[in-house]
Each structure stands twice: as C-alpha cells, then as structure tokens.
C-alpha cells in the first residue's frame, strides 16, 4: 500500500489533469507520502480522519492510503468539471498507477 501512498503524494503533480486541483498540503511539500494521505483524508472526509486516529498506528498508515485513494477517485466528478473524456483519462491514469504497483514498478 505504501506504493500507493508514493504515487499519491508525488505522482499527482505529474498528472496535469490535477494541475491547481487541491490546496497545497504542507505534508506534501515535506515529501511524506503517509502525510500526504493524511491531510488528503483530513480535508475532504472528516469522519474517516478521525475513525484512523483511533485504530493502532502500525495499521494508520494502510488507513490512510486507501481512504486517500477513495477521496481521490470520488472527487473526479467534482474535479473535470462535466467533461467527461477527462474524467475517463484521470480515471484511467489511476488504473494505470494501480497496474505499474502490481507489476512490480510503482515508479512507472
């Protein structure tokens, strides 16, 4: 999960469809992918935020980035606007994030 978590935190800035989409985290400017996700958690689902904060720490940062990746793929209506053949390339650049972790190359 940690991939993901990498691909999360770095990877979005790469991807122009999320050029000025999100608030600059200050987690995600320190280079902490668990922060990042975090933060992510923490601005767009509170309940889930605080429902982490209570389960043991070695599992917090699993938590965290697969409610990151749930708030990032949710929020792709919200994010394209009504344009919809750019909601289907971000959705797809995810699939394609998700296939290079399972593949072995989660820096492709």
Wanted: aromatic letters at 12%; proline letters at 4%.
């Amino acid at each position: 999960l940690l991939p993901l978590g990498k691909i999360l935190s770095s990877n979005l800035s790469l991807n122009p469809f999320y050029a000025g989409t999100f608030r600059s985290f200050s987690a995600a400017n320190s280079g902490s992918n668990v922060n990042y996700c975090v933060d992510l958690v923490r601005a767009h689902d509170k309940k889930k935020y605080f429902a982490g904060l209570l389960i043991p720490k070695e599992h917090q940062a699993s938590f965290f980035t697969i409610h990151a990746f749930n708030v990032e793929t949710a929020i792709v209506r919200n994010t394209v606007h009504g344009n919809e053949q750019a909601g289907r390339v971000r959705m797809r650049w995810w699939r394609d994030a998700i296939d290079s972790i399972y593949s072995g190359n989660p820096d492709a």
